[in-house]
């Protein structure tokens, strides 16, 4: 849902944007970025709008996995529901 996706993608720890192959973490509201004049098109297809893609870079493990459950978190706190 809207609210957890939200709260999740502002939480991440890492940097935000498209990835043009970089050696660093980056997530990007996926739908929004590659779908954005053609969401019922994609909708039409099972795109949900809320996705939220996460490229993996050269970080520590523990350092991404630290990203993830604090954004995890707060999309919960957000819901008010255990995701």
């Known amino acids: 849902n809207e609210p957890a ?6 939480n ?3 940097e935000k ?3 043009w192959g970089t050696n660093f ?4 509201p ?9 969401l019922d098109w994609a909708a039409k297809y099972g795109v949900p709008i809320n996705l939220v893609r996460i490229s993996v ?15 995890y978190d707060a999309a919960e706190k957000a819901t008010g529901v255990s995701l």
């Open 5 to 10: 996706a939200r709260a999740f993608y502002d």
């Open 12 to 14: 991440l720890g890492c």
């Open 17 to 19: 944007g498209p990835t």
């Open 25 to 28: 973490t980056l997530a990007c």
């Open 30 to 38: 996926y739908t929004i970025l590659a779908h954005y004049c053609e």
């Open 57 to 71: 870079g050269m970080e520590d493990e523990e350092t991404i996995l630290g990203w993830v459950k604090r954004a």
